[in-house]
């Protein structure tokens, strides 16, 4: 499962058209199939890249139901909330994320989708727990 960014930048027209089409599309086979994981999955990473977020947070949410021990779903529910400033429920997470496995520290790091949420003071404590676990062997 590919990790949805926002990409931050305003897509030019051409990939805005590109952004609605797969969107459609995507949705379209999700009313067919609502526990479709990957093509919510694909669907919440378009909505997230067209700046609809929060549509894709709804996805995010629909995800954690169907897929609650999958710590990239969490982790992607929690950049969702952090682009809505619910940095609590972004936290939140974060940590079932980091609890089911996630550690990919450097992305976590400097993920434009999470920058909202890394300015907040909420943040601090869990940057000592991303700590303790990068000093954890493996």
């Not at 990939?15 to 919440?44: C, H, N, S």
């Not at 378009?46 to 021990?69: C, I, M, N, S």
Request: hydrophobic share 35%.
């Amino acid at each position: 499962m590919p990790l949805k960014s926002s990409n931050r930048k305003k897509p030019n027209r051409a990939t805005q058209r590109d952004l609605d089409t797969k969107i459609e599309f995507m949705e379209g086979l999700v009313r067919r199939d609502p526990e479709y994981v990957d093509a919510l999955q694909l669907l919440g990473d378009h909505y997230t890249q067209r700046g609809r977020f929060p549509e894709g947070l709804q996805v995010d949410e629909r995800l954690a139901r169907l897929e609650p021990k999958n710590p990239l779903v969490f982790y992607n529910l929690a950049c969702s909330y952090s682009l809505l400033a619910q940095f609590d429920r972004a936290v939140l997470a974060l940590e079932k994320a980091l609890e089911l496995g996630y550690r990919d520290f450097t992305w976590l790091a400097k993920d434009p989708d999470l920058k909202p949420l890394r300015a907040q003071p909420v943040y601090d404590e869990l940057k000592a727990k991303i700590r303790q676990l990068k000093s954890k062997p493996r």
